[in-house]
Nanobody, 122 residues
Framework: QLAESGGGLVQAGGSLRLSCAAS????????MGWFRQAPGREREFVAA????????DYADSVKGRCTVSRDNAKNTVYLQMNSLKPEDTAVYYC?????????????????WGQGTQVTVSS
């Protein structure tokens, strides 16, 4: 199981750090991703990280403002979000990839958390 936390209400320009903790399994050997879904919109890619080498990938909309990281000892993945904008408002989901790769496609991810709400006020 994956459990996201760290969401909340923040003013534009603020920061949040989302966490994704795994229970009953390890992230070891698998890529990780963050996606988000705003009301009335499709789920979209935010960030991803390969298992090996730490290579990361970011959507253009968050590049330079977000950083994805992982702590394998704690079996936790993080998404640090800075300079938040109202358009970042969404439910944020973490997901475990089907392999060690990084991907922007939701279909490449096998396990998903329940999501955490991020609301950015203007």
């Amino acid at each position: 199981q994956l459990a996201e936390s760290g969401g909340g209400l923040v003013q534009a320009g603020g920061s949040l750090r989302l966490s994704c903790a795994a229970s009953g399994r390890t992230f070891g050997g698998y890529g990780m991703g963050w996606f988000r879904q705003a009301p009335g919109r499709e789920r979209e890619f935010v960030a991803a990280m390969r298992w090996s080498g730490g290579a990361t990938d970011y959507a253009d909309s968050v590049k330079g403002r977000c950083t994805v990281s992982r702590d394998n000892a704690k079996n936790t993945v993080y998404l640090q979000m800075n300079s938040l904008k109202p358009e970042d408002t969404a439910v944020y989901y973490c997901a475990v990839a089907k392999g060690a790769f990084s991907s922007r496609r939701a279909t490449d991810f096998a396990s998903w958390g329940q999501g955490t709400q991020v609301t950015v006020s203007s």
